[in-house]
């Protein structure tokens, strides 16, 4: 059993910048490849980016791509998200999630073996 717990929303103007984390406990973090989803209000939860147990280069829904930067590190258990060029349609709960395979692309796929119980990002125009 992994335990995702997410911290660092809040509240900022379009334009702005915001760090999410997302801390780990219970088995062995740096087997699991984590990464990060959001639903925004009324639409369905979507990929955002993750990476590799290994802590490798990123993967990024095309939305994000050159704004958003996943991080992880494997001696703290922690996961880290920063977003800039924050845009209101950014607006969502964000929401950590690991998967036992270690890949990356199994994320991007959707299939998540644990889910933390989101943060809210909320961006104004």
């Known amino acids: 059993q992994v335990q995702l717990v997410e911290s660092g929303g809040g509240l900022v103007q379009a334009g702005g910048s915001l760090r999410l984390s997302c801390a780990a406990s219970g088995r062995t973090f740096s087997n699991y490849a984590m990464g990060w989803f959001r639903q925004a209000p009324g639409k369905e939860r979507e990929f955002v980016t993750a990476?590799?147990?290994?802590?490798?280069?990123?993967i990024y829904a095309d939305s994000v791509k050159g704004r958003f930067a996943i991080s992880r590190d494997n001696t703290k258990n922690t996961v880290s998200l920063q977003m800039n060029s924050l845009k209101p349609e950014d607006t969502a709960v964000y929401y950590c999630?690991?998967?036992?395979?270690?890949?990356?692309?199994?994320?991007?796929?959707?299939?998540?073996?644990?889910w933390g119980k989101g943060t809210l990002v909320t961006v104004s125009s």
């Open positions: 999630a690991a998967s036992i395979t270690g890949l990356a692309t199994t994320l991007k796929l959707g299939r998540v073996d644990y």
């Open positions: 990476t590799p147990c290994s802590g490798g280069n990123g």
